[in-house]
């Protein structure tokens, strides 16, 4: 299964989707979030993958769930990989016995 466009990054969407709308700066969730600004920053710029701990804080602050951050990682990841991956391997058929 091969995607046409990438995903939208779950920084993307924190950028546009809260931050924004919300007016709250990058240091603003970071200090909310007890985390150093370099890591809201680095997600935000798709230098850094958002961690199953990073989901759990979000969905907290933004009262979302931590599947939803974790889903939009996967799907960056895959898109990324497919990009990589030139041939995947047939599948193996075993004969039930």
Known sequence: MEMKRKPTSPGEILSEEFLKP?????????DHLGCDIKVINRIINEK?????????????AFNTSADFW??????????????????LPSAILKKAS
């Open 70 to 87: 974790l889903n939009a990682q996967n799907a960056i990841d895959l898109y990324e990989a497919g990009k990589k991956v030139k041939k």
């Open 48 to 60: 850094t993958s958002v961690t199953a701990e990073m989901a759990l804080k979000l969905a907290a």
């Open 22 to 30: 919300m007016k709250l700066t990058q240091k603003q969730l970071a």
